[in-house]
């Protein structure tokens, strides 16, 4: 069969699959795996395994034990499922995170019942990344119908807490070899960054805990204690007189979308000062007293242009000036979790694979970007040592992690197709006289 013929038989099985591709993306969003804490990874595992097996894949499950979050209560599951083609060529991995991010308020449909209206399907995950997850199956099982014997090795993962850092995921399967550049040559990883787009990389992130101390007292007394509250209220307007400003002023050449986020940027997590609130059931109010501690946690996005260590002594700077100039000012600073940024070469073979699709099926060249967040591109780049790994799926980014999540089936159907095309230029792998460029060094065939 002629590749002209296989593309055609491709495109028509994913038109005629559309109402599949609905239903598998509904039943994945109906498994409330919400991260924290790590609920029903197991089970979200299975509905893969059930399908995939179907298709032809042999799977396998990897429990992350002793990663971040995992316990015999929240077990962190991941599935990776390969199917062997019939000659040898490029393994081609896809992978997409199964876990979701906390529902929140706002929402006017159910988060989990995956109603579908005017074309498209809501729900928490359905843009991310279940959407995403699900196109990706339909890419590779319509592809492996139109060209059984196809060359070289599909893969496909789901893997658990990326939205925690993925230390029970991806980073844990990357220590273990599984994307190694001799057994994976090439990563797409289905994150929505609209249909239309190459994503090449991410920014940097630096989060880190910073406590300011005092001294305890009676409440009614404050003058005989040192509230850390105060002090962390100083640090706070330094911040928004010195370093904030100066944040807005470093600009970086990488394509980060949006365009505000071509700056380096700095969010507070999170704050807490005094004691711990009183148990809502419980009710009550807590003791008078003065503050002995207070906690900010920071997160900080840096750019491919400044240094991490610049990044994290241009904060303790700030510190160390105030604790010259108040009196009674201390503190603690704590490293919590650091990425650097990353950012694929354009004329890597994945880039050149997905954005043919993209001009193939969206009918132009795609807008070349970076994420202004990390996502698991940072452990396949960094422990698997794998430099051919992009972003590319449906789905509006801006819609991540907001009330109403929703997910276009129309921009589904077309990822799938940009997929599915991707996979017929990859899978024959490089001529075995030309060698494989990957990571820092050139191999041959495999």
């Known amino acids: 069969m002629q590749m002209t013929d296989i593309k055609a038989d491709f495109l028509a099985r994913v038109d005629a699959a559309r109402d599949d591709l609905v239903a598998l993306t509904r039943d994945l969003i109906r498994i409330p795996t919400l991260n924290p804490p790590g609920d029903c990874y197991r089970e979200i595992c299975e509905l893969l395994d059930r399908r995939l097996t179907a298709s032809g894949f042999e799977t396998e499950f990897i429990r992350a034990t002793g990663a971040p979050g995992d316990c015999d209560r929240y077990p962190r599951w991941n599935i990776v499922a390969t199917r062997t083609g019939g000659g040898p060529g490029d393994c081609v991995h896809f992978n997409s995170h199964t876990d979701v991010v906390d529902v929140g308020a ?8 995956a109603d579908v209206r005017d074309g498209r399907i809501y729900g928490r995950g359905a843009c991310d990344m279940k959407g995403g997850l699900a196109a ?19 893969e496909i993962s789901g893997t658990a807490d990326e939205e925690s850092g993925g230390y029970g995921g991806v980073a844990h399967l990357a220590g273990m070899g599984r994307f190694s550049p001799a057994r994976v040559q ?8 609209n249909k239309d787009r190459v994503c090449l990389g991410h920014r940097g ?19 005989l204690g040192d509230c850390a509250v105060r002090h962390m209220g100083a640090l706070l307007a330094e911040m928004e007189a010195e370093l904030f400003p100066a944040l807005a002023e470093k600009r970086t050449a990488m394509p980060v979308v949006p365009p505000q986020a071509r700056q380096s940027t700095l969010n507070i997590n999170s704050l807490h000062g005094g004691q711990a609130e009183p148990d809502a059931e419980a009710g009550g109010y807590p003791s008078p007293v003065v503050p002995d501690s207070c906690r900010m946690v920071i997160d900080r996005r840096f750019l491919v242009e400044e240094d991490l260590s610049e990044v994290k ?64 591109q940072k452990h396949i780049d960094r ?11 449906p789905g509006i980014l801006d819609l991540a992690h907001q009330p109403d999540e ?41």
């Open 186 to 193: 090439h990563v797409i990883i289905p994150e929505p960054l």
């Open 406 to 446: 929703w997910i276009g089936i129309q921009d589904m159907v077309d990822s799938a197709k940009v997929m599915g095309l991707a996979l017929m230029r990859l899978l024959p792998g490089a001529a075995p006289d030309q060698g494989r460029q990957t990571g820092n060094q050139t191999e041959g065939m495999v």
């Open 205 to 223: 992130v630096w989060w880190a805990e910073v406590e300011t101390h005092g001294h305890i007292a009676h409440g009614s007394m404050p003058f």
């Open 383 to 393: 422990i698997g040592r794998l430099k051919d790994c992009i972003a590319y799926g």
């Open 106 to 113: 706002g929402w006017t449909v159910d988060p989990f019942a």
């Open 313 to 376: 002594a241009e904060f303790r700077a700030l510190l160390d000036r105030l604790t010259a100039a108040r009196p009674g000012f201390s503190y603690s600073l704590r490293d919590l979790h650091e990425v650097i940024p990353t950012m694929t070469d354009r004329q890597a073979p994945v880039v050149g694979a997905v954005a043919d699709g993209v001009a193939d099926i969206i009918g132009h060249a795609p807008e070349y970007v970076v994420s202004p967040g990390t996502y698991d």
């Open 136 to 154: 990706s199956i339909i890419a590779a099982e319509c592809l492996i119908a139109a060209w059984p014997d196809h060359p070289g090795r599909i």
